[in-house]
DNA sequence: GATAGTGTTAGGGA
DNA sequence: ATCCCTAACACTAT
């Protein structure tokens, strides 16, 4: 559930289930994924207040809770959200409950417990602490271009690194850099600017038709790498076998064939 | 039973 | 310091 194109679908669920209604009731199952703030004063700031607008920035989801400031949740690898109402069983990982007045609640589960969540005043000053670079939907050609060539060591790691830019993970990684014929372990120092240009579109628009189809690999359009994601697997464009390497500590998968190292 | 996995960070070595 | 790699976190699916 947890890259850019899943958590802006977070967002969404999120609007059409949560907004202008009031948090009767916080009900923390498993305070681990509670960070920088303490049970009872999360539970302070959220409840009988009202949930004015959602917003996203990289993998986070930030709620605004009538004047005081913002809820914050974080998926990990593994987190998501779901509205259940009275009488429905809850998801078997939920660690928060949050309950509305009418009855109904949303259930954040995380099964792995790498998601957090967590509390900000300030949307500039959590930015900063988190140390999250501009979202990666929001970045211009010309920012992505200065970013890359600013970073040292291979491309796909930089592309992963929240801090240069917020939002793309393992997978949507290796699917920007299949669209654009990039290998991932290429230096991001010897992209040409042509092929900067491609890994921008490729961007732009993976993000766009994913979150258009509800981040379900098997609904990507044909010539998708998604779908063919795993070991030994044939590449959508030519027919090769798919690949895999570790890049920065992460499994990449790739086509050798459609992906240059340059 | 062993292993890998959509994320992030702390710790260690160069 | 600073960059980069690995392990660790917790749990499930294969
Ligand atoms: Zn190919």
Request: hydrophobic share 35%.
């Amino acid at each position: 559930m947890p890259e850019l194109p899943d958590v802006e679908l977070c967002k969404e669920y999120f609007e059409t289930t949560a907004r202008d209604k009031r948090i009767q009731h916080v009900e923390v199952r498993d305070a681990r994924v509670i960070k920088g703030i303490s049970v009872p004063k999360l539970r302070q700031r959220l409840e009988k207040k009202r949930i004015t607008s959602a917003c996203r920035h990289g993998k986070h989801l930030l709620a605004h809770i009538e004047k005081d400031g913002f809820l914050v949740l974080h998926f990990g690898m593994t987190g998501f959200l779901q509205l259940v109402e009275k009488g429905e069983e809850q998801p078997r990982h939920t660690r928060v409950l949050f309950r509305f007045p009418a009855g109904g609640s949303l259930a954040y589960s995380c099964m792995r417990l790498l998601g957090k969540v967590s509390w900000t005043e300030d949307l500039h000053a959590y930015r900063a602490k988190e140390r999250l670079g501009p979202d990666a939907l929001g970045m211009d050609h010309a920012a992505f271009a200065e970013m890359l060539r600013e970073s040292r060591g291979a491309v796909k790691p930089t592309l992963m690194d929240q801090s240069r830019i917020a939002g793309l993970g393992n997978i949507y990684t290796d699917e920007i850099l299949f669209q654009s014929g990039v290998h991932p372990g290429v230096s991001s120092k010897k992209l040409s600017g042509n092929h900067i240009r491609k890994m921008h579109r490729a961007l732009k628009r993976i993000c766009t038709v994913a979150i258009r189809h509800k981040a379900n690999p098997h609904d990507l359009p044909r010539g998708y790498l998604l779908p063919h994601r795993r070991k030994g697997a044939q590449c959508p464009r030519c027919g090769g076998n798919v690949k895999s390497a570790s890049v920065g500590g992460r499994t990449a998968y790739f086509c050798s064939q459609c992906q240059k190292k340059l």
